[in-house]
């Protein structure tokens, strides 16, 4: 029971995006695919979810994305996409009701509540979703996708979590709270797959990484295995140097050296 | 945490939903009531409580019941069939007849009445009455799945794409409509004409009884789609990661969209704006969810048209005013009004 990517390519509008991609993600784990802006993480998370069509294996508690119909994947994994428009006045609530399933989840009346408490909005059930701001947006997005696999292993095994730059919008105690969520899944059993930006909050809460460069991947491991000057800074195209944090993971700060001297 | 549940507003809503629907079915009731008993003939159901005559049992049985259920199948095949198209454009102002698929339909009414005649006989007879509707259904269908091609992209509709598109298409459906027309000899220019018009008073049983086969499953399935356009509004991607088969939800709703519109437009003509008025009023008092909105909408949509039909028939009486004009009047602004109000949103 796990993610398995084997020799996953994409071409987009015929021009190859991602080539020959293998990795594995683990239930009980968070997975943090990161790169440069242009690298295919994205479009690797859209092969992942079955939106887009791939050559080679993506498989999901040993199901074939691809040739699977989209209640099954909904009964299996959570999407938590860049945010897009939403068409009509619903409200929060109603919003965060969407990720219920017809399973036995929505037998409980107040699992949209409680799935608005843990991100922190508790109190704007009530408001139209339109009116929240972005990150407020994005983090009742997230209470529907955690409604939608609020059990974090169920009867056929674990369930998942895709977040495509979940924090991108979020100040730093928001970005905590919510990469603290995805700890939590993790911890109960789920797998966590995200796609980041900032490496040092991935530092800090991934279990494991993959770096892309140019559609093709990089480095796969553990944080410490990933992120060295070498590895980054290739991928990059900068200069970075990575540091020991205070709480033992590897942490960066962008170097502004001349480009002469990396 | 279920004190909470319990005052959700989604609760509210769905108790406002349910009254609204209590109160739609009293004033459709009422108004049923008040078209039969208002007519050129002057004869009233008070009239008839005293005793039914031959002749006012035949006003009543030929005249004024056919225009009744013509009127509450026409409204509520409008209304539901504007609502499902805006839930699937994620949109609303999409509206069968703004964009081109009342036109399309109308083209298929009208070829089957000038051209109906070429058809092999067997298939002709075959289809008898419902010939008419079937084109219309047919023209409607193609009208919609040509303009959800233009104007998506990827799953995501542009709006001034759509519009535009629908007045392309409306055009051309118009022109080619003209070229039958200009074709048509004397007895199916009559037929046109009495088509044409936007009315109900051509209304008869056979017209109901041709028309209920596109209109009635309509009506009565359209809710089990409710679940899936309200996933649309996050988007078509998004709808999919919830477990909707986006891709089934769009073929079933678009045939939906092109049996009621075209069916209405094949027995009553151009009826416009209860598809953009019904659904949007109702989203103002009871929210956009679909599982409300869709019966609600088939509610208030036969109530409006059968009060602008008593209307339109008694304002200038004897003489009768064509309903489509008492509907743009009260519609149009409305458009305008939604129109306005989105002026600000980015894309409309």
């Known amino acids: 029971m796990m993610l398995e990517i084997r020799d996953l390519s994409v071409n987009l509008a015929g021009r190859p995006v991602l080539h020959g991609i293998s990795l594995h993600a683990k239930p009980g784990q968070i997975t943090a695919i990161v790169g440069p802006n242009g690298s295919g993480k994205t479009t690797l998370l859209r092969a992942m979810t079955g939106d887009i069509p791939y050559r080679g294996h993506a498989c999901l508690n040993g199901q074939e994305v691809a040739q699977a119909q989209p209640w099954q994947l909904a009964a299996l994994r959570a999407v938590l996409a860049q945010a897009t428009e939403l068409a009509f006045p619903f409200t929060v609530e109603e919003v965060v009701r969407l990720g219920l399933q017809s399973s036995a989840v929505q037998a409980q009346a107040d699992l949209p509540a409680r799935a608005l408490a843990l991100v922190g909005l508790a109190s704007y059930a009530p408001r139209a979703f339109q009116d929240l701001s972005g990150g407020e947006q994005q983090r009742a997005h997230l209470a529907r996708v955690m409604l939608q696999v609020w059990e974090p292993v169920g009867a056929d095994g674990p369930r998942w979590l895709f977040l495509d730059e979940p924090v991108s919008s979020l100040d730093i105690g928001h970005q905590l709270m919510v990469m603290g969520l995805a700890r939590s899944f993790a911890d109960a059993g789920g797998g966590v797959v995200a796609v980041m930006h900032d490496l040092n909050l991935t530092a800090m809460f991934a279990d494991q990484m993959t770096l892309l460069h140019n559609g093709r991947l990089v480095a796969t491991g553990s944080p410490h295995q990933v992120m060295t000057d070498e590895t980054l800074s290739a991928a990059y195209g900068c200069p970075v140097r990575v540091n020991a944090a205070p709480l033992d993971g590897p942490w960066l700060v962008p170097q502004a050296m001349p480009v002469a001297s990396a | ?348």
């Open chain 2, 1 to 348: 945490m279920v004190m909470l549940a319990e005052t959700l507003p989604s609760q509210d809503r769905a108790t406002r939903a349910v009254r609204v629907t209590q109160g739609l079915a009293v004033v459709l009731a009422l108004a049923a009531f008040a078209s039969l008993g208002s007519g050129a003939t002057g004869v009233s159901l008070h009239d008839m409580l005293d005793g039914i005559t031959e002749r006012e049992a035949l006003i009543l049985w030929d005249i004024r019941l056919p225009r009744l259920a013509m009127g509450v199948l026409v409204g509520a095949a409008l209304a539901v069939s504007g609502a499902l198209m805006q839930g699937l454009f994620r949109n609303p102002l999409a509206d069968p007849g703004i964009v081109g698929v009342g036109a399309g339909a109308g083209l298929g009414a009208v070829l089957a009445i000038v051209l109906g005649g070429l058809l092999p006989a067997g298939l002709a007879a075959w289809l008898g009455p419902h010939l008419v509707p079937f084109a219309a259904f047919l023209g409607g269908w193609g009208a919609t799945l040509a303009l959800y091609r233009l104007a998506s992209r990827g799953g995501n509709v542009s709006v001034a794409t759509m519009l535009l598109a629908g007045i392309a298409l409306g055009a051309l459906a118009g022109a080619v409509t003209g070229v039958l027309i200009y074709m048509a000899d004397d007895r199916q220019l009559r037929d046109l004409t009495f088509w044409g018009m936007g009315s109900l008073a051509g209304a008869s049983w056979t017209k109901i009884a041709a028309s209920l086969p596109f209109i009635l499953p309509v009506l009565v399935l359209s809710p089990l789609l409710a679940r899936g356009l309200n996933a649309l509004a996050l988007g078509e991607a998004q709808a999919r990661h919830t477990g909707v088969d986006t891709e089934r939800l769009k073929r079933v709703t678009i045939l939906g969209v092109a049996a009621s519109a075209g069916a209405a437009v094949a027995i009553a003509g151009g009826i416009g704006f209860i598809g953009i008025v019904v659904p949007h009023l109702l989203r103002l008092a009871t929210g956009p969810d679909h599982r409300f909105l869709l019966p609600n909408a088939a509610l208030l949509g036969a109530s409006l048209l059968v009060m602008a039909d008593i209307f339109a028939r008694t304002v200038l009486a004897p003489a009768e005013l064509p309903i489509g004009i008492v509907t743009a009047i009260i519609g149009a602004p409305v458009f305008l009004w939604i129109l306005l109000q989105r002026r600000g949103i980015g894309g409309l």
